[in-house]
């Protein structure tokens, strides 16, 4: 009974493509990126400059420029070690430092590879319950009732959803009443490197997912924020041969320029981003598209989609 | 009710780690990768050389080789597309071929970029009902008990599990007795590209996955084996700035020099692999420790795991 029951209907939770019974051919089913280009303005929300973290290496080797821009994660999540990430960023610390570790189908590391580099001061030391973020205490009814369009099974957690832009799990406790959220590993997840449990990490050793989602990492590291343009520029550099894919050769290494708060740049000098709604009509049409896929490519929708697989959309835009 | 029986717990179906009355302190919990290196002799499975297909790309810059090899599927999957396949290498048509589409958190796809290179006689056609396997036809309780051990919650189906040392995915049809299952598409995973249905693909065109789980393929393409050697060949190239991360500068595809079976290499050069007994007791422990990861650098084990967070081990053996 449980197999059966483990399954649950996305198509049954999200809003349906509308079929009329005048409707004899085929409707036609647009593709999530289509959906996505067809959202209206108001479906956008903007990203701050000063959520925006812009990562510039030394250039390829054929001159060309690589900027790398990460979305930090809005309160309450992570803000101990996001705080020491703007401190990191505004004392200029990443600036010669380097990328030190690929490892496929898992992740890229940076930082300071002497490890000897002083911190500035007044940074925090996040304790482990930072991991999580104490939610809405209350009945499981308004748990389930709460993002009805937006819920996903998943092998993580009790639950996952979208909120504010990003992709979350939570957790109800053994008491029934307090419930757990914490920020999921998807491809593009930036964390904070550290050592062995107590420690955290400060957020100057940092990582990104460029593999299968490492979900198993949730809860064990911090997750801070998401690359929202340019990772091409960090999951196609040569693997590492080093144990846990550092490089052995520092030849090897790529050089980091600079790393700023978007909103530590001129006006003029600002990259503007908006991500998708995640509470709107268009977002919960994206998802459903993207859990039954009825462009013309498919022949069979999957009935559902892990929340890693539903990236939520972010676009660059011009002007103020 | 659906949310708390939609997590099936994988420690309850996994093995176990022994802890004893008598152990006082925390008891030491290997890690994955610990659990593998022990594991006896009796629990490795040879792969016949005729199932591997060694790809070789144009050296790098730096004039090192490039390896690729490729462990094709078992019957009963994905077999017409598969027996093309043999054909095509055993014609030799790859070479002079190249990669010639890289899409970030996606694919990596190679084959005539021309589209015009003539396919070697006697290939099949293989129809779309090839995607899925019909398996067992049985009362459920016979599939909820065929592999306790293995079972996991899955957005895309109703069951995911190993089978012969391979990611399955299976359904119950609406009789509740007819079971289809097919092949999963998780990292690495090789596909056969196509065109619009009934089109489903001669072989001669493939791809192999570079980024997050693309599930929402299964059963829309065939998966017809997975890379299990030198895939950062690939995931690191650079991506293609054309339409679908197709190389737009003909100039940057990769010159596949030769793709042929192992077993018509001269036995010397034969590379020799096995993969770990998925029916096995170690795979058991493997995967109980993939899904609750308590080896010391972890604080909190995840409780459960995604199929394709569970790579099945492969390692190359020297020898006859």
Redesign the interface.
């Given at each position: 009974m449980?197999?059966?029951?483990?399954?649950?209907s996305?198509a049954a939770l999200a809003i349906a493509a509308p079929v009329t019974a005048q409707e004899t051919e085929k409707p036609e089913f647009p593709s999530p990126n289509a959906i996505v280009d067809a959202a209206p303005a108001s479906a956008w929300v903007k990203i701050a400059p000063s959520d925006l973290l812009i990562m510039d290496l030394a250039p390829d080797a054929e001159g060309n420029p690589r900027r790398v821009v990460i979305q930090l994660m809005p309160d309450p999540f992570s803000q101990g070690w996001i705080r020491n990430i703007r401190k990191l960023a505004q004392a200029h610390w990443w600036d010669g430092t380097s990328i030190n570790r690929?490892q496929?189908?898992y992740v890229v590391q940076w930082g300071d590879a002497t490890e000897k580099k002083a911190l500035p001061e007044g940074l925090e030391t996040v304790p482990?319950s930072g991991?999580e973020t104490e939610a809405t205490t209350g009945k499981?009814g308004d748990?389930?009732l709460w993002h009805p369009k937006n819920?996903?099974?998943?092998?993580?957690s009790?639950?996952t959803w979208f909120e504010s832009g990003w992709p979350l799990a939570q957790e109800?406790g053994n008491d029934t009443r307090t419930l757990s959220r914490w920020p999921v590993h998807?491809?593009?997840a930036v964390g904070v490197g550290r050592n062995?449990?107590p420690d955290t990490g400060s957020g100057a050793e940092l990582y990104t997912v460029i593999?299968?989602?490492?979900?198993?990492l949730?809860?064990?590291i911090a997750v801070v924020g998401r690359i929202i343009e340019g990772?091409?520029h960090l999951?196609?550099?040569?693997?590492g041969k080093g144990q846990l894919g550092f490089y052995e050769d520092a030849g090897k290494r790529v050089p980091i320029t600079s790393i700023r708060l978007a909103s530590a740049l001129p006006t003029a000098n600002q990259p503007r981003f908006e991500y998708l709604d995640t509470e709107g009509a268009t977002f919960a049409q994206y998802a459903d598209a993207?859990?039954n896929?009825r462009d013309?490519?498919?022949?069979?929708?999957?009935?559902?989609?892990?929340i890693?697989?539903i990236p939520v959309p972010v676009r660059r835009v011009s002007g103020k």
């Amino acid at each position: 009974m449980i197999r059966l029951l483990s399954i649950v209907s996305f198509a049954a939770l999200a809003i349906a493509a509308p079929v009329t019974a005048q409707e004899t051919e085929k409707p036609e089913f647009p593709s999530p990126n289509a959906i996505v280009d067809a959202a209206p303005a108001s479906a956008w929300v903007k990203i701050a400059p000063s959520d925006l973290l812009i990562m510039d290496l030394a250039p390829d080797a054929e001159g060309n420029p690589r900027r790398v821009v990460i979305q930090l994660m809005p309160d309450p999540f992570s803000q101990g070690w996001i705080r020491n990430i703007r401190k990191l960023a505004q004392a200029h610390w990443w600036d010669g430092t380097s990328i030190n570790r690929v490892q496929d189908n898992y992740v890229v590391q940076w930082g300071d590879a002497t490890e000897k580099k002083a911190l500035p001061e007044g940074l925090e030391t996040v304790p482990e319950s930072g991991y999580e973020t104490e939610a809405t205490t209350g009945k499981q009814g308004d748990i389930v009732l709460w993002h009805p369009k937006n819920q996903l099974t998943d092998s993580y957690s009790d639950w996952t959803w979208f909120e504010s832009g990003w992709p979350l799990a939570q957790e109800i406790g053994n008491d029934t009443r307090t419930l757990s959220r914490w920020p999921v590993h998807c491809y593009g997840a930036v964390g904070v490197g550290r050592n062995y449990s107590p420690d955290t990490g400060s957020g100057a050793e940092l990582y990104t997912v460029i593999g299968h989602a490492p979900r198993h990492l949730d809860r064990n590291i911090a997750v801070v924020g998401r690359i929202i343009e340019g990772i091409e520029h960090l999951s196609s550099l040569p693997r590492g041969k080093g144990q846990l894919g550092f490089y052995e050769d520092a030849g090897k290494r790529v050089p980091i320029t600079s790393i700023r708060l978007a909103s530590a740049l001129p006006t003029a000098n600002q990259p503007r981003f908006e991500y998708l709604d995640t509470e709107g009509a268009t977002f919960a049409q994206y998802a459903d598209a993207r859990a039954n896929r009825r462009d013309p490519f498919f022949i069979k929708p999957a009935g559902g989609a892990d929340i890693c697989n539903i990236p939520v959309p972010v676009r660059r835009v011009s002007g103020k």
